[in-house]
């Protein structure tokens, strides 16, 4: 267990990057708050809140907003501070807390689901033939959902844990792309946009997504620190209902969130490749694809306490986190 947490600390250091600043525009809130969102269409409640300009005439200013690669990138910022909000994962949410000792509450759910194995359907027909000498599964650093969830898809298909560790390479997701369409790797294990990206190549599909592994398990959450929980009860609780205001209209406008969430991933792509040192890489994503990855997401804010502590004890089980403790000590959903 503990060569794993510090091949996890490792990971989110190597992952750990400076973001992609965005202007805000000024509104007449008191309270400054500074954001750190994911690079993928998990945080489709930011983007889209953004470019509706929800955020205007509350109790807070968006003093700045930083677009990280994957939520390792997010969780490490949070452990170097500076952050107040975050649109992030729930499994390197999690970790910030338990191993990073990072004061951060859960205030509501983005989405479940949302993850996905890719393959060259040439070569792998069936999960069987993961195992096969010569094949290359690219994943990210240990530590991530998509780790955490290959890890459970081993066990769940009763696959051959030695050899499909063998087989697994370490990469960014820009990485994996690439790496996939030139044939170097031949599966890819990847959080949405990038699954149905990745699917979309000639020759590939998506062999299992995450809620064949685990049905509707929490994907990404909204999380405040403590401190803006206790200087600011007011800017969390506005915070929480632009989420469930935003979700809602993406669910009732599905084609408008699928441009203006592109809009917001085509516009940072450019920092993105910088940051994960993958410049020849194309991130550049259509509303037709992103709408198609979105509908593999159930967007929703409901969370419950039992979704996050389920997550929680195979976390340590698996040996991701150095302690155990109960969910309600990282959630503030009321």
Not at 91 to 119: D, E, M, S
Not at 141 to 161: C, H, I, R, S, Y
Request: net charge negative; with cysteine.
């Amino acid at each position: 267990m503990k060569k794993l947490v510090i091949s996890m600390v490792i990971g989110i250091l190597f992952f750990l990057m400076s973001g992609c600043s965005q202007t805000q525009t000024p509104n007449q809130g008191s309270t400054e708050i500074n954001i750190a969102v994911e690079y993928t269409d998990h945080a489709a409640a930011f983007y889209f809140a953004q470019g509706k300009n929800l955020f205007q005439d509350t109790e807070f200013n968006i003093n700045d907003v930083k677009v990280y690669a994957s939520g390792v990138g997010v969780a490490a910022a949070f452990t170097k501070g500076g952050f107040d909000v975050s649109y992030m994962c729930l499994i390197p949410a999690i970790y910030t807390y338990a191993n990073g000792g990072v004061p951060i509450k859960i205030i509501a759910g983005t989405h479940k689901n949302g993850y996905g194995l890719v393959v060259n359907s040439d070569k792998i027909k069936d999960l069987r033939d993961l195992e096969k000498s010569g094949i290359k599964i690219a994943n990210g650093p240990q530590g991530t959902v998509t780790d955490f969830l290959q890890l459970l898809l081993v066990e769940k298909e009763n696959l051959n844990a030695e050899k499909i560790l063998a087989n697994t390479v370490r990469m960014n997701a820009a990485k994996q792309l690439m790496s996939l369409r030139n044939g170097k790797v031949d599966a890819v294990f990847v959080p949405e946009h990038f699954a149905a990206m990745a699917a979309s190549f000639p020759g590939m599909k998506m062999l299992v997504s995450s809620n064949d592994v685990w049905p509707d398990m929490q994907g990404s959450v909204l999380v405040v620190t403590e401190n803006l929980l206790k200087t600011n009860p007011e800017a969390v609780k506005e915070l929480r209902e632009i989420n469930e205001k935003s979700i809602d209209l993406i669910n009732e406008n599905p084609d408008e969130a699928a441009e203006i969430v592109a809009q917001n991933l085509n516009i940072n792509q450019s920092m993105v490749k910088e940051e994960t040192q993958s410049p020849e890489a194309n991130l550049e994503v259509t509303p037709e694809l992103v709408a198609e990855s979105m509908a593999n997401l159930k967007i929703t804010p409901d969370i419950t306490q039992q979704d996050v502590q389920a997550v929680i004890d195979k976390m340590y089980a698996l040996g991701y986190i150095t302690k155990h403790f109960d969910a309600k000590e990282i959630m503030a959903v009321d």
